[in-house]
Structures are given as structure tokens and as C-alpha cells.
Nanobody, 125 residues
Framework: QVQLVESGGGLVQIGDSLRLSCAAS????????MGWFRQAPGKEREFIGV????????RYVDSVKGRFTMSRDNAKNTLYLQMISLKPEDTAVYYC??????????????????WGQGTQVTVST
């Protein structure tokens, strides 16, 4: 089993930056992909980005390209999401997810095996 714990969320203003962290523990040696998703009130969970833990390749949703950047520290088993130029529409609960079954960057959310509990990001107007 793998446990994921997100942190770093909070209340920020428009244009601010924030960095989220996702610490993985347990049987992390078998993980191949980690990703970020978010869910705003009344909306479905939305894909943000995914990273291949082996070669570092990434894929992002168009709405965050140029503003959000994922990085990982394999020694610390931690995934980061650096967010800049935050907008009110970025307000959501942000979730970290992971899987060890594939390196496919187009993996749908339903195929990720492990999920964190989420961290709230609120961008104040």
C-alpha cells in the first residue's frame, strides 16, 4: 500500500503563488506515475497534470500550462505543484494521486490506485 499526504494549501489572493506538496510513503518503489487533480464545489474532479517518475515527462491540462509546474524529489518521495498567477477559478480541493501500473501519461483518474485526502486552495477575489 501507498499513502499520500498533501500539504501547502491555503487562502491566497489573485496573482499569488502557492506550492503544494504530496508526500508518499509505504511501498513507493513500485510507483510509476503521480499526478494532481482538483475538485471545485459542485464540479467534477479535474485533471491538472501528471508526471512520469522514471523519466520526468509531464502532461498538463491546457488551463494551467505556463502557470503550474510539477516537480518531484525522488529521495524524499515527494511530488510538488508550484502554482503562480493564481485565479479565482483555481479555487478547489487539490488531490495527489499515484499508480504503479503504467507509464501512460493519458491515464484517466479512475485508473490511479492511490489518492491523498486533499488540500484546500482558495483564491480570494
Amino acid at each position: 500500500q501507498v499513502q499520500l499526504v498533501e500539504s501547502g494549501g491555503g487562502l491566497v489572493q489573485i496573482g499569488d503563488s502557492l506550492r503544494l506538496s504530496c508526500a508518499a510513503s509505504g511501498r513507493t518503489f513500485g510507483l510509476s506515475l503521480m499526478g494532481w487533480f482538483r475538485q471545485a464545489p459542485g464540479k467534477e474532479r479535474e485533471f491538472i497534470g501528471v508526471i512520469n517518475l522514471i523519466d520526468g515527462s509531464t502532461r498538463y491540462v491546457d488551463s494551467v500550462k505556463g502557470r503550474f509546474t510539477m516537480s518531484r524529489d525522488n529521495a524524499k518521495n515527494t511530488l510538488y505543484l508550484q502554482m503562480i498567477s493564481l485565479k479565482p477559478e483555481d479555487t478547489a480541493v487539490y488531490y495527489c494521486a499515484a499508480t504503479g501500473t503504467t507509464w501512460n501519461l493519458n491515464l484517466p483518474a479512475s485508473q490511479f490506485n492511490y489518492w491523498g485526502q486533499g488540500t484546500q486552495v482558495t483564491v480570494s477575489t
